[in-house]
């Protein structure tokens, strides 16, 4: 039986996908740092809230472009998933 999560995750992303693409290269980038860079500034459930919407964000276009990531690409990019996802527990579970 073949695996049919892939091309319906693909299916049902298309339309945010191509909205993303239509806008200037950097927005999506500086949407992304501007969360993340808000979630580590606002301490609490807020901050984690802010942070875990840019790691799901992250851990999203990282499944999509999977297949055609090179192996550094796929290590960098899920680096950058696991930083994010680190980041929203410790503000959820801040040390005092």
Do not use: C, D, Q
């Amino acid at each position: 039986m073949p695996n049919t999560l892939r091309p319906s995750i693909e299916r049902a992303s298309l339309p945010l996908v191509t909205k993303l693409t239509s806008l200037p290269r950097a927005v999506p980038f500086l949407l992304l740092l501007a969360l993340l860079v808000a979630g580590v500034m606002i301490a609490g459930p807020v901050g984690f809230i802010l942070m875990s919407v840019g790691a799901v964000f992250v851990g999203w276009i990282l499944y999509l472009s999977w297949p055609r990531l090179t192996s550094s690409e796929r290590i960098m990019r899920s680096a950058v998933l696991l930083l994010a996802a680190v980041l929203a527990i410790t503000l959820l579970f801040p040390r005092h």
